[in-house]
């Protein structure tokens, strides 16, 4: 008998705790799956639960290796508990304030720290998480957008209508969080869960449409199935989600008004006999959290009609509806015996008024994502993984002739697609682009990553209101990061040189971005 290493034995285990959207051990499991050392699951709904966990287990301990430390799993009769790992940043920006996907952390100009940690537990079908963060911004001052106050949007633009504020205030700005808390009953094919953890929605590795890491998650509950069940000619999964939305104390309008009602669902069908292939689809409603309490009709909003026209003369009669859609298709397919994936994501920021509408104009209000990742085994015991990403849900031309808004917008709820003041979905998605590139090295020793982002925060229009831009804001950001592994405390540091060309639709100006992470398993 071969003796695995403790590494290896502790994968073998049952899972405890959940695994993080954008986690370190996320992101490997996701290379490991496209080059085979994992077996094959849908990756468009997550956070994973610790069931789907003993899903994913590595097939080798090499693969093992690979992934971060884990805290040890400490048993009481069918209890089993687990010390989440503690993790502490530090952040830096020098000119302006930088950073994305990245939870709750708002890194404002100067220094930035954040602490999270807890603890996980799992008894049976039942699984629970506590993993609060901290975090504590300097936010000094820097220039703002001309003629704009610290609680406009970004570059000034749309003030009023989206909740995404240039500076949180004028001093320091702090906030504790529940971070990635959850509790989940997994019932045989059934889960239900009541979470304030992030939820990512489709296959982006950077730019989700919808819903990603970029903004701190937000209090919901949802039910839905607790693994891929087979229908025959294939399997479905998926989750129906609603919760509460809140702004920032900066938003446009404050009392009883400021919160929202989201519904929402998500769900992918894996076809029989094409591994590697998984088609969705998701929907996201913002509403007024009705001042009445919530009824049938605000749980239900999700499965409504996609066709104004078909609601007019029911839920909407006048045509005028305070609830803002969102909603996406989307595939990914993987190809584990090349080392493969691709993935692709097309939205709409609204509803079209009939089907008609809906096949002559597809680009009025819609974005998409496209991207692949290529990965190989440089040697026996480390990982090249190259990738790519492109976000675009800039204004068409359809703009000359009929009204357009940018994406995460919305005239009626003025909050926008964000929460506390950040974007639920892609950086980039309000300012219109984005992209990524990036080339990963893994080893048991830890992770060499270099990689060129763009974002696009605004585009400036010409005076007789065309699409076209007159100029845009966009930033350009490279850089390094180098992760070292002894035993259980990683340290991560990353660098990254931002230029942000014609910023606020002004002049130039360059940021440096120093982050510096300790991770430490128990």
């Known amino acids: 008998?071969?003796?695995?290493?403790?590494?290896?034995?502790?994968?073998?285990?049952?899972?405890?705790?959940?695994?993080?959207?954008?986690?370190?051990?996320?992101?490997?499991?996701?290379?490991?799956?496209?080059?085979?050392?994992?077996?094959?699951?849908?990756?468009?709904?997550?956070?994973?639960?610790?069931?789907?966990?003993?899903?994913?287990?590595p097939k080798t301990p090499a693969a093992v290796a690979l992934l971060p430390a884990e805290s040890r799993v400490r048993t009481f009769g069918a209890l089993k508990v687990k010390v989440l790992p503690i993790e502490a940043q530090a952040i830096y920006n020098s000119a302006f304030p930088y950073g994305f996907n990245d939870g709750p952390i708002w890194a404002g100009k100067g220094l930035t720290?954040?602490?999270?940690?807890?603890?996980?537990?799992?008894?049976?079908?039942?699984?629970?998480?506590?993993e609060p963060m901290v975090f504590d911004a300097q936010n000094a001052a820097f220039p703002l957008a001309p003629g704009t106050t610290p609680q406009s949007p970004v570059s000034g633009y749309y003030g009023g209508t989206i909740d995404l504020p240039q500076r949180f205030g004028d001093r320091a700005y702090r906030r504790f969080d529940l971070g990635q808390s959850s509790v989940r009953l997994d019932v045989g094919p059934v889960a239900a869960e009541f979470s304030t953890a992030n939820q990512w929605w489709g296959p982006a590795l950077e730019s989700p449409l919808i819903l990603g890491n970029n903004a701190p998650g937000y209090l919901h509950a949802s039910i839905g199935t607790a693994?891929?069940?087979?229908?025959?000619?294939?399997?479905?999964?998926?989750?129906?989600?609603?919760?509460?939305?809140?702004?920032?104390?900066?938003?446009?309008?404050?009392g009883p008004d400021s919160l929202r009602f989201?519904?929402?669902?998500?769900?992918?069908?894996?076809?029989?006999?094409?591994?590697?292939?998984?088609?969705?689809?998701?929907?996201?409603?913002h509403s007024p959290w009705p001042t009445n309490g919530l009824s049938h009709a605000s749980f239900s909003r999700p499965f409504e009609g996609i066709l104004k026209a078909s609601l007019e003369s029911t839920t909407n009669p006048t045509g005028v509806d305070a609830d803002n859609q969102l909603a996406s298709v989307f595939a990914r397919?993987?190809?584990?015996?090349?080392?493969?994936?691709?993935?692709?994501?097309?939205?709409?920021?609204?509803?079209?008024?009939?089907?008609?509408?809906?096949?002559?104009e597809p680009d009025h209000d819609a974005g998409y994502t496209i991207g692949l990742q290529r990965g190989w085994h440089h040697s026996s015991s480390a990982l090249l993984v190259v990738r790519g990403e492109v976000l675009n849900t800039r204004l068409s031309a359809l703009g000359q002739g009929r009204l357009q808004a940018p994406w995460y917008v919305h005239g009626v709820l003025t909050q926008g697609?964000?929460?506390?003041?950040?974007?639920?979905?892609?950086?980039?998605?309000?300012?219109?682009?984005?992209?990524?590139?990036a080339l990963d090295s893994y080893s048991p020793n830890g992770r060499w990553t270099i990689r060129?982002?763009?974002?696009?925060?605004?585009?400036?229009?010409?005076?007789?209101?065309?699409?076209?831009p007159a100029t845009s804001d966009i930033l350009h950001s490279v850089g390094l990061e180098r992760e070292i592994v002894r035993g259980p405390i990683s340290y991560i540091l990353q660098a990254h040189a931002v230029w942000d060309l014609?910023?606020?639709?002004?002049?130039?100006r360059f940021n440096s971005n120093l982050t510096a992470t300790v991770r430490a398993a128990w």
């Open 1 to 57: 008998m071969i003796a695995l290493p403790l590494k290896a034995q502790t994968q073998l285990q049952q899972s405890v705790g959940f695994l993080d959207v954008g986690s370190e051990k996320e992101r490997v499991l996701r290379v490991l799956q496209i080059l085979g050392d994992v077996p094959l699951y849908p990756w468009s709904i997550r956070q994973l639960s610790p069931s789907e966990q003993d899903r994913l287990r």
């Open 113 to 130: 720290g954040a602490l999270e940690g807890g603890i996980a537990a799992r008894i049976g079908p039942l699984s629970f998480q506590l």
């Open 227 to 254: 693994h891929p069940v087979n229908i025959g000619v294939g399997s479905v999964h998926g989750h129906v989600v609603w919760g509460r939305l809140e702004q920032s104390p900066y938003a446009s309008i404050q």
């Open 262 to 285: 989201m519904s929402g669902f998500v769900g992918v069908f894996e076809p029989k006999g094409i591994p590697g292939l998984e088609l969705g689809a998701a929907r996201f409603f």
């Open 333 to 360: 397919w993987a190809f584990p015996q090349s080392g493969l994936e691709v993935y692709g994501e097309y939205g709409r920021e609204d509803h079209n008024i009939d089907s008609r509408d809906l096949w002559q």
């Open 417 to 437: 697609h964000t929460e506390l003041g950040q974007l639920l979905g892609a950086p980039g998605g309000f300012g219109g682009s984005g992209a990524t590139v």
């Open 452 to 468: 060129w982002d763009r974002i696009a925060r605004a585009e400036g229009r010409a005076n007789d209101g065309s699409p076209i």
């Open 502 to 508: 014609n910023r606020d639709l002004a002049g130039d």
